[in-house]
């Protein structure tokens, strides 16, 4: 038996039938009780406006000369904007950071600290332990929070009260005192998976090209368990550099290494600052570290920066 639906679900026995049912029958029949009494888009005149079906238009692609919020489709343009458009000129490449303030219980950390960093620079920072070098690198570099001031990255403003750009759009390869390389990816994997975009053999082969500019190319099939510790930190260079940062932080990546790996390390760092492609903000307590690095020497102590001469370093 052919039982016609829409009638079944208008004739329940009296019984109420949901909206959502009732509508159903009425689409399924095409006897809408108010279609043939409200008029439609052809004879009433005011829903021949262009104004009220203008919404549901599909967005045109926009003119190239046109400018944000001038009337024609362009939303205004967004803190961020900067960085969607493409890489900043070279004139622009800088990090700039103005009054930061940091406390943590009670104490001020940060206290109104200021500093540029310029576009293929070295700055070599140092302080006692505990005065905030870390906690100043992890602000710059979004891991952490100021209390107060900003953070302005390649000409626009990533950290401020109401402003926190997110640290993979920053542009800053960061090096930490531990390696912390992934145990259960080989070396070459845990280099590869710093590469933003590419088909998997192009993340190996770039990730090859950077193991062997630090001098480890043999290790590439290998795990980080199976390796130096040395070895170990020239990976960990090597996967800060893979997505081609602006700019490179580097938190006392030295401290727990011998004296020829240091040597070997230093001279990789400096190359490099050499190449005028990366800035570099190094965190060391070695005073023979800040010699042959060389660059602005900064000192933060009671929470204030302070420039110092290379000879004061001794």
Known sequence: ??????????????????????????RARGDHPHRAARPGRA????????????HRRRRQPQPADAAPGDGRGHRPAGPFQHARRGAPGREDRMIAAEHLVRSHGGRAVLDGVSLQLGDGSMTVLTGPSGSGKSTLLRILAGL????????????????APDVCLAPHLRGIGFVFQSP???PHMTVAANVGFAFPHGTKRDRDERALGLLASVGVADLARRYPGEISQGQAHRVALARALAPDPRHLFLDEPLANLDAPTRAVLLDLIRQQVSSGDVAVLFVTHDREEMRR???NLLRLQDGRLTAMMTEDAG
């Open 293 to 295: 690095l060389g660059g």
């Open 1 to 26: 038996m052919v039982v016609d639906l829409p009638a079944a679900l208008l004739a329940r026995g009296g019984r109420r039938v949901p909206d959502r049912l009732r509508a159903f029958a009425w």
């Open 180 to 182: 912390t390389l992934w």
């Open 43 to 54: 004879q009433h005149p005011d829903l021949q406006s262009p104004a009220l079906w203008q």
């Open 144 to 159: 952490d929070r100021a209390d107060a001031g900003t953070v302005t990255i390649d000409g626009m403003v990533a950290s």
